[in-house]
């Protein structure tokens, strides 16, 4: 499976707004191994950066006015993308200045569901972490992934991190350095030990205990049998 962890940086919060990518960064993982594959380019948005943005990203338009328009890259980009799956944190921020991008390009592209599959890990997050905070920053404290780099958003290091808390989170992998092995393909190293002492244990509370409770007795009162709850009767006794 060809995965695409990715994250873009902009020059504000809405495309509808004018708004424009001016970074974007994306690290390939195969059958959940790194391969060294990468993207990252920065974009001349043409238009000035929101002060706001700017707060986040540290990344000024005067910085960007030799870099390449989008239009520029967007054929690279799709050679990159193609036929995988994008794995983003909140991807329909990301894939809707993706889509919008596209579109302004006279009609030559469609939107990003053209080319690859999306994988949103917010909403993943959110369902394995219920009513807890599932920001990259939270879930890199979470997970045990060090974000102390982090000191501003950028696209490639989010990417980074977020291929990082992306393995933790289904349960694979700890770390990332590559195998430099002579006569080896580039691949990622796998710590299960340390990703298994990371993963959280949530216990069931006493209002979900009763719950339960009430299901095993109605399954008894309906069928007249219920292994569950009387394997429990037993060791009770």
């Given amino acids: 499976m060809r995965q695409i962890i990715l994250d873009t940086e902009t020059t504000g919060l809405s495309p509808a707004e004018g708004h424009r990518i001016?970074?974007?960064g994306g690290l390939e993982l195969q059958d959940r191994t790194l391969t060294g594959t990468r993207f990252h380019r920065y974009i001349n948005p043409q238009r000035e950066v929101e002060v706001a943005a700017l707060e986040v990203h540290?990344?000024?338009?005067?910085s960007l006015a030799d870099k390449p328009?989008?239009?520029e890259v967007a054929d690279e980009l799709i050679d990159f993308i193609q036929g995988g799956e994008l794995v983003i944190h909140n991807a329909p921020f990301d894939v809707g200045f993706l889509d919008a991008e596209f579109a302004m390009l006279d009609g030559e592209y469609g939107p990003t569901s053209r080319y690859c599959g999306v994988l949103d890990t917010l909403v993943m997050a959110r369902r394995?972490?219920?009513g807890q905070r599932n920001s990259l920053d939270a879930l890199c404290r979470?997970?045990?992934v060090d974000g102390t780099r982090r000191t501003l958003h950028g696209a490639l290091l989010d990417a980074e991190l977020l291929a990082e808390v992306y393995l933790a989170m289904t349960g694979g992998q700890g770390s990332l350095a590559l195998d430099t092995t002579p006569g080896h393909g580039p691949s990622t190293a796998i710590d299960t030990n340390a990703i298994g002492?990371?993963?959280p244990v949530i216990h069931a509370g006493p209002e979900e205990l009763l719950e339960h409770q009430a299901i095993l007795e109605q399954i008894r009162a309906e069928s007249g049998a219920c292994?569950?709850?009387d394997a429990g009767n037993s060791r009770r006794d």
């Fill in 128 to 130: 394995l972490h219920p």
């Fill in 22 to 24: 001016i970074e974007i």
């Fill in 69 to 71: 328009l989008f239009a």
């Fill in 58 to 62: 540290g990344i000024s338009a005067e």
């Fill in 142 to 144: 979470r997970y045990g």
């Fill in 197 to 199: 002492s990371r993963l």
């Fill in 227 to 229: 292994l569950w709850l």
